[in-house]
């Protein structure tokens, strides 16, 4: 059994494509090696701590709205709403158009949204 490993140290990932091209030449390397072909798990991705913090749940929350309510007044697809809203760090992707859409639809700033929280420094302790 092969199990990939794939660890960031400093925030660059790489495209789906990469991860896929190595899965496929590790597959084409062991194929005739191994008894009953080849298993492999997919990539674990291990994300690192992210400061800056994701608020729609908490303002959806205090406005007493709900995801489809909120896709209707931004004309977003409710899926879209449901994943943002479940999310809690800032979304990987976030284009200015759908943040604007989110401001206005919730009356509020980015800075309601979006809310940076410092890393301690390693070493110390509360």
């Known amino acids: 059994m092969i199990i990939i ?40 991705f291990i ?24 896709a209707e007044m931004t004309g977003m697809h409710p899926v879209t709403i449901s994943k943002h809203k479940n999310i809690r760090v800032m979304p990987e992707r976030l284009e200015r158009e759908t943040l604007e859409k989110y401001c206005k639809a919730l009356n509020c700033q980015p800075g309601d949204l979006l809310t940076y929280v410092p890393d301690e420094p390693k070493g110390q302790t509360s």
């Open 47 to 70: 994300k690192e701590s992210m400061p800056i913090k994701w608020r729609l749940a908490v303002l959806m929350a205090d406005r007493e709205i709900d995801y489809k309510e909120l």
């Open 5 to 44: 490993l794939v660890a960031t140290t400093n925030g660059v990932k790489l495209s789906t494509n990469i991860y896929l091209t190595a899965i496929y030449a590790i597959v084409a390397a062991t194929k005739g090696q191994t008894q009953g072909g080849v298993r492999l798990k997919m990539p674990i």
